[in-house]
């Protein structure tokens, strides 16, 4: 069974069914998620932002567009990340949403529809950037286009498969390619 894009609780439910039954005693997909949630937070206040996301987030706040964020990450890792020092002023909780929100997970389209109703936004004319296939399948169902992120985790067949669905047939490694091919043209 795949994982990507299902809900953090979904996860958690698979996870203990994957266990031998002497180790899922006393498991519930709360314990799971609490264990886990200990060691995410950990993660999420010192995980880097990818390379220009800040220059790209307020470049785009600078031009007038609205930036909201839709993902599957859980409302409280979320937060962690808000929270941070170092987070784009331009992301405000009011313009996140996550899949646990909307009841659906990825490939699901409710969270990015969701996203673009909280800016105010018709869905066709946003872009999101994506970096797993269920997630690039849910943007292009709600009507936006879609641009490739590869990243630590990605595979390459996933990356194949991911850059046949995107803009441009190709994955971006990082937001400060955006401005290198723009700035070089």
Same mark, same amino acid.
């Given at each position: ?68 964020v ?28 996550t899949?646990?929100?909307v ?15 909280r800016i ?26 879609? !641009? ?8 390459g ?21 955006? !401005? ?6």
């Amino acid at each position: 069974e795949d994982i990507e894009g299902m809900r953090y609780s979904q996860i958690a439910e698979y996870t203990i069914r994957l266990l031998p039954a002497a180790l899922q005693s006393g498991l519930t997909p709360a314990s799971v998620m609490d264990e886990w949630n200990a060691t995410a937070h950990q993660m999420y206040t010192e995980v880097a932002w990818t390379a220009g996301a800040h220059r790209l987030i307020a470049s785009l706040v600078a031009a007038g567009v609205k930036v909201a964020v839709a993902t599957a990450l859980p409302g409280d890792l979320l937060c962690v990340l808000l929270a941070r020092p170092d987070c784009p002023s331009a992301l405000v909780l009011e313009h996140c949403v996550t899949c646990e929100e909307v009841g659906a997970a990825k490939p699901d389209p409710r969270v990015y529809v969701t996203a673009a109703s909280r800016i105010a936004a018709d869905p066709r004319r946003c872009v999101a950037f994506e970096d797993t296939l269920k997630g690039a399948n849910a943007a292009i169902a709600a009507g936006m286009r879609v !641009f490739g992120m590869r990243d630590e985790i990605t595979n390459g067949h996933v990356e194949a498969e991911l850059a046949k669905m995107v803009a441009g047939g190709k994955l971006i490694d990082c937001f400060e390619s955006l !401005f290198a091919s723009a700035e070089g043209a």
